[in-house]
């Protein structure tokens, strides 16, 4: 099992039982919304960015062959024992941190006893009663309005490896998963309905993020989420009978899968039926959910305390070591360049998009004062070429480069049309746009004696055009402004050329 085989388990001849609750089509969507208030809480799984497992030395790298990165510990060997992850530990106290949880100074390690065929041990290594950070909130912004959505607790846990299904009629186990650090952050159920909970998803994926201790991968399966989704009569303080989607992985699918359960249990009651609590599955193909398993209890899994980890003990120097990590976050970033620098919100939202962005924007302010313009430059035109993947961001200009570009376009050296030719130059090089504006010749004329020469020539050229202007019709001026920039080839100053020009059609040239 420690080999390079994934372990095999048959299930020729067997499958599952489906139940489908179809919504009913005489009931509209709008009906739930009038009769019924939806009630979301997310439990999302996070998977650290350790390069060790969180209680042994096995590599946490994606991609590798099934069943490469696996040890005795992570396996469930007999006689194996875990050793506890300090990296791991650090970056669930900056995440619980970071989320404006209280984190505890002793916590506890539990076993969470249940089998299945990704879980070789037949207990997954989690936190129970006593977790590491409690009574969090993270704020979302939902429309004009800004919510605060409570966090319950955080406890970190080892994930399980990933079952395989349908190979050859059979099931295959890959356990490079097995052990992988997480850290699970649990929400009270203040979300109302499928907006916010993918909402709240995208701050939660920013903030863990932007602290470094997640790489926001909903792909590769780092970021997912289970919901727990009820109805209740609208005015009903009791909560409904809620029910579990499972292994979410995508704010798309957050969505559309609370949408289906919430319009499957609002036939269900709208028929005088009841809701059995169960975890369900969602099918992105049929846009259905389905039923996987009744809903467990706490009391199902037999949580006992780990009988090989000691407790989890956090000193105040520690917890206040890990804090002094946690940089400005996104919300914090936005709200001080809208403040501060005078940026829309709209530009401050797609600048704090990701670390790596801020990190570039505010390094081509240390060299460029005007921070609309460099926003407006980097959000149009740099972003563009941007790959980010995970935490990283690569770019295909330097941030001193676009320094250097915005000031000569300041300084009338260069046009803003010039600007994007120097810019479609450089990308991907260390050429800097001042060797390349020297090189090409591309400064703009702004000698004002050759362009009133060049603008004379003009109107002697059309003088229909010029009659057309002093009747009144100013639109023609473009008419002259273009030919001009023709003429020069873009190299004309064109605030110069149009006070040129008003003043030659005008009649006003002394």
């Known amino acids: 099992m420690v080999g390079g085989q994934a372990r095999r388990v048959n299930t020729r001849g067997r499958s599952p039982r489906v139940l489908t609750l179809r919504a009913c089509p005489r009931k509209p969507q709008r009906d739930v919304a009038t009769n019924y208030e939806t009630v979301v809480g997310l439990e999302v799984h996070a998977q650290l960015l350790t390069k060790s497992k969180l209680f042994c030395a096995s590599s946490t790298r994606f991609g590798d062959s099934p069943n490469r990165n696996i040890s005795p510990v992570c396996v469930g060997l007999p006689g194996s024992l875990p050793v506890l992850n300090r990296g791991a530990v650090e970056m669930a106290v900056r995440a619980g941190l970071a989320l404006n949880c209280q984190i505890h100074g002793r916590s506890l390690f539990a076993r969470k006893n249940y089998f299945y065929p990704d879980l070789p041990k037949g207990y997954q290594i989690s936190q129970f009663e006593e977790p590491f950070a409690t009574d969090g909130h993270i704020d979302i912004e939902v429309g004009e309005t800004t919510r605060r959505i409570g966090i319950i607790r955080v406890h970190m846990e080892e994930d399980a490896g990933k079952n395989l299904h349908g190979i050859g009629g059979d099931s295959l186990v890959d356990l490079n998963r097995a052990g992988v650090p997480l850290i699970e952050i649990v929400s009270a159920p203040d979300l109302r309905g499928s907006e916010e909970a993918a909402e709240y998803m995208r701050a939660l994926r920013d903030v863990l993020v932007f602290v470094g201790v997640n790489d926001g991968n909903l792909e590769e399966g780092s970021l997912r989420c289970d919901a727990n989704v009820s109805l209740r009569p609208v005015g009903q303080k009791e909560l409904g009978t809620r ?103 709209a530009t401050a939202g797609t600048l704090t998009q990701h670390p790596a962005i801020v990190r570039f924007f505010e390094a081509t302010l240390r060299d460029y004062s005007d921070a609309g313009k460099a926003a407006n430059w980097i959000c149009t035109e740099v972003l563009r070429g941007a790959r980010i993947h995970g935490v990283e961001g690569q770019f295909s200009v330097s941030p001193a480069q676009v320094a250097q570009l915005l000031a000569l376009v300041d300084k009338g050296e260069i046009s803003g049309k010039q600007a994007k030719a120097v810019f479609a130059e450089i990308e991907g090089t260390e050429k800097m746009p001042s060797a390349v504006v020297e090189a090409r010749g591309m400064r703009v004329l702004s000698d004002e004696a050759a362009l009133r020469g060049i603008c004379r020539d003009l109107m002697q050229a059309n003088p229909r055009q010029v009659e057309t202007y002093r009747q009144g019709k100013h639109n023609v001026l473009g008419f002259f402004v273009g030919q001009v920039m023709k003429q020069t080839r873009g190299s004309a100053n064109p605030k110069l050329v149009n006070e040129i020009l008003s003043e030659l059609l005008s009649g006003e040239e002394s």
């Not at 249990?265 to 975890?279: F, N, R, S």
Request: aromatic content about 8%; charged content about 30%; some cysteine.
């Open 243 to 345: 029910c579990e989607l499972k292994n979410i992985n995508s704010f798309r699918f957050v969505k559309r899968a609370i949408d289906a359960e919430v319009a499957r249990q609002a036939a269900v009651l709208d028929a005088g039926g009841t809701i059995e609590q169960e975890t369900r599955a969602f099918d992105p193909d049929t846009g259905r959910t389905s039923t996987l398993r009744s809903k467990e209890e706490a009391h199902d899994y037999r949580y006992f305390p780990e009988p090989d980890l000691p407790p989890l003990v956090l000193s105040a120097e520690f917890i206040a070591e890990q804090r002094q990590q946690i940089p400005e976050l996104p919300g914090q970033l936005r709200k001080r360049y809208v403040e501060a620098l005078g940026l829309p919100p």
